[in-house]
């Protein structure tokens, strides 16, 4: 029973596969190969319209690389406390910009509280040199609450970008859980929304090692291959990362695997509503759930070999919650099945 | 018939397989699993001591972050002007260190003179802040003009970084070719010669993305793990680099391919050597070979549809060559094959 | 009536005159001249041990080397939210570190709450890559709400950097102003209370351009010799700045300097408590005052030509204020005259 | 007998008398002072066109910050193999760019042979992102051999820069007696030969501590603005630097002062000349002579008193030396006097 991390999972067998199929043949490197070409033709087919897309290795290095490529002198990023580019990434993002820094705004349940960070923008006036200047907000989506904005709610900060004029950047780390929990596009729920920069996730949802800047404005592009390459981020077998996006686009694998993650998290949650011992610390949304434990539950469920985290989120904090109570986290993933979570229901019934 | 690079091939059979097996298993992330450790563990095994190893994605990730974990304020590093992180990397290693300045030292045959580096290290004495002051030294084993420094020439090195204290860096992007070439062992090609740091390369010889850093004082490990996760480089799902290792050297794979890869390599010097159109800019020694061509030739190839590049090295420069010829590079991988070999060698004929 | 900083002064007529005694001298370069060596000396003399001291052209660049100085991967620094390396430097010892990252923590009146401190040290768990690991703790002397922290407020911050192995900074900008305050000598207010690394100020109070960064550790002089010159901030004629603080510690100037300043605000608060239009923001306890005016009357004295800024801190903001109200800031310096303070009294009264 | 820099020297009087007399005045902080902008508004007369100037503290900080100006990914500068900012500066121009290279190009004298410059150009495609791709030219003038690239020269480089589309950087350190040396004005030696940015040095021409960035583009001042303060390089009482400008430029002053150190220098080598133990490395042009000494001559010398360097430069080691003689280098400065060159003089003839 393990619900410790959707990465704690291997890759889907179709992903396996293609990249299988990729073992015997020649091809040319460093992302020049015809399937890495028809890979990015995919995303533009995908984000309805041109986009350039980078493989890179890890959702930390499409997190860095994309704040890295609207990098400025005394550049400041807002991101949600809990972003895993501020919690998670052991600075990386300030590593690669060579030190802008993420100004962190609070707000409940993994978003920014919008008067928040208009408040926070207005706190670094373009023209003033003391403070530093607005360089960026980037927004994550699903957040790390496992909650999801609604379309409404990224207009409202895509609205706040323009209106300064500072790049938006998604960190879609779990792009397809977000996405099919609103039955949206990737479209809509992106540059429609005003969203210049995503880093689009594969790995969490089926591959081994799949991740993507995709960049809305195509000329960025010949600027972007040198922040990729001198980061260290430009494979010469590349096309083992195409070829996983290839296997995770075709029939729409990628959307089928959300969608059965989505619903394993909701079947894990509802045997926490009627569990008598647990119960939820807010609702899911995608493919994470954030149950209430007692202590003695959780050291039970460990003991039984149900693998989660206590996650002591700031939201739960707050509440001044009961000592003997625990928040958790619980992800599911492509390959959580429902036998699975009907024991953990079991377990805590 | 793909001479252009050891990069252009896909994977082994054997480590596709092994990656496959690995798709439907869960485990723990961030380079935690059982197979991690037992990869880690294998690596001792190989090299004869306690190593501490740490799976990245991109050979010019190891070279950066190897380089990263040495990195001092005025920090200068000693390398061939061929190098691959001098010439090839786009800056990442400067990069990466935030400006610590690499020292290009000449010598044929792309190994360092080491009267030069002597020369080079003087003008930098350790005190003298102007100048900046020595880091590291790096030396490129197989190099990148396919020569192999005999266990003498390292050791030449080794001495000199010892009695400069300047830590000593192995690029190791084709280290296997490099040890079947010398009969050596991991130890005796590294440590016992004075390295203190190896990129340990499996991509070019039959992995997918398998590289590692290897650090022969286990001591320093608790600090790389910040340089390697502050990179952007400690993957998730990091068993699916291990898994590429485990194959990789189970029944000494590893030393198959690249004894498969150099015996490929003599076939098609050979083949050079034969004809009466072509000649050998100089003996190879692992698994690239250099030949001269009569640019009529070269164009000929290439219609043929043979893959190579044009290799206008410093060396064949400074012979003041035929305009009419070019120096190429054509470089073999475990994956070519006898056949493909013998039909170029037929179009030289 | 200049009240908008102390640095809006110029020199005290003895730095002027010690620096124009120098002008027709030679001396060697780059911080070896006798001048730089007796001041040096004159450092240890006043810490009461032996100091490694660098001298540096701004404040910024003070505080900016001393975190570069203990800099290391995935590096986070502990500052108060109001601090100015972390509101007005426009991420200076971000740039320098390459990243290391500034943690904010709040903290009425310009102190960290030491209790929030342990917390935000906690978050970052020492072995946890993921969110990087503690690096610096700086502390601001005086702070820039004008307050001085007490000996035993910086014992119990000195206790918290010990307990977790931190090296301790403090900002000491306006450092004189705060010794005087306290009446207590510059060891009893720095490396008795655990501080590694001091920012010393003399610019504010009556230099025009010398800082300096005091180690108390003087083996880690070589080290910062690479740091200070890398940053550019080696003067080739670095005993300009040695003549400053030569003059400056001369019979106690400095030390008189800071009475004076403080007196001059102690003065300018008396006049604003015997005010019916203004009042005290908060108690000064050295060269800066806080008063709350009405905006008609901070308009009135802007007219009158009294310079000052407003200062919408956040312990003024989260007081909720009566909007037609705002807190402003007044500082005085060794410049500012008894006559000039009055003529602002009576513009209050 | 001091020849050891003109950084040996201290002030001019008038430099002085100049500092003092803004010694008792308030004034705005941080560059916006009166006196700043007279400054600025001076530069631009001098130039003949608008001009955005900075002024900082260091020629390194100068240099530094120019070429993170126009800093990118990747970044690649060419220099002269002597040039300041590649020998003497620790590395802090790859530190503020965050490890954008300097490639050293070779030519006799101090100056980049133009063709090797192209060639060193040339290997650096724009598109191609495994090398790094062209950033900046940086050239010395005058040069660190005390020779003065004449106006066809600066034409010939300033041409390689717009056929390139690479922006031009002049170190001009020593900017008066190359000046002088030509007889030409600012704008002849700088913009109107393709320069795009200026290192404007004071401080070795008669300041104490005055050193300003030139952009010959205002256009982009502001970007500017943040990369000077970011570098710890926006001094608070930036006046202090302005008013040394401000004497500097006063009636001439600083043409005046680089006549006297120029004719200083001639009438040095002239004693050179005539002597019949010593000759001279090459000609001098500016501010430094380079005679070669009998080490038995450079032991008596420093016995006597006399302060000078010996300079093993390249072009001196590669004529193969006769190993009892050593290249010295001798500078002279608006402080040194005719009886103190003659005094040399007298010692060696």
Redesign the interface.
């Known amino acids: 029973m ?1 619900f ?2 959707d ?7 179709a ?3 293609g ?2 199929a ?9 992302g020049s190969s015809d399937l890495d070409r028809q890979v990015v033709d995919r995303f533009s087919i995908l984000f309805e319209r041109e986009v350039a897309v980078f493989f ?6 499409a997190n ?1 690389l994309a704040l ?1 490529s609207v990098n ?5 990023s807002f991101v949600h406390r809990d972003a895993h580019l501020a ?16 100004c962190q705004v609070d707000g409940p349940m993994g978003k920014m509280d919008p008067a928040g960070l208009e408040a926070a923008i207005a706190r670094y006036p373009a ?1 003033f ?5 607005p360089m960026a907000i980037s927004v994550t989506q699903t957040t790390e609450s496992g909650t999801v904005h609604s379309l409404d709610e990224l207009d409202r900060i895509g609205s706040i970008a323009r209106q300064n004029a500072i790049p938006l950047h998604m960190d879609g780390a779990r792009f397809a859980n977000a996405l099919v929990a609103l039955e949206t596009t990737p479209a809509d729920m992106t540059w429609r929304r005003g969203v210049d920069i995503l880093s689009f996730g594969g ?2 949802n089926g591959c ?2 799949a991740e993507a800047v995709v960049l809305f404005d195509p000329e960025r592009a ?2 972007f ?13 590349s096309r ?1 990362i195409a070829a996983q996006f290839a296997a995770y686009f075709r029939d729409d694998l990628w959307l089928e695997n959300a969608r059965h993650a989505n619903a394993m998290a909701a079947r894990l949650a509802d045997h926490v509503r009627r569990s008598r011992r647990a119960r939820l610390g807010w609702e899911p949304e995608a493919n994470e759930v954030f149950p209430v434990l007692p202590k003695q539950l959780s050291s039970e469920l460990k003991a039984a070999g149900v ?1 989660f985290y206590d996650w002591p989120s700031v939201d739960w904090i707050e509440k001044k919650p009961n000592p003997d109570e625990t928040l958790c986290r619980f992800v599911t993933s492509f ?1 959580t099945t429902a036998d699975e979570v009907d024991r953990f229901g079991e377990l805590i019934a």
């Open positions: 393990i410790a991390s990465n704690w999972a291997g890759a889907h067998p992903v396996a596969a990249l299988t990729e073992a015997s043949s020649f091809s040319s490197a460093y890179v290795g890890t959702g930390t290095a860095a890295t400025r002198p005394g550049g400041v919690a998670d990434e052991a600075g990386a993002s300030e590593y690669f910009t060579g030190g802008a820094r993420l023209q040199v003391h403070a530093g200047r790995t969490k081994w090692c010949q600027e291959a040198f922040v990729q390459k001198r980061a260290a981020q430009l494979f010469s077998k083992f693998a390959a």
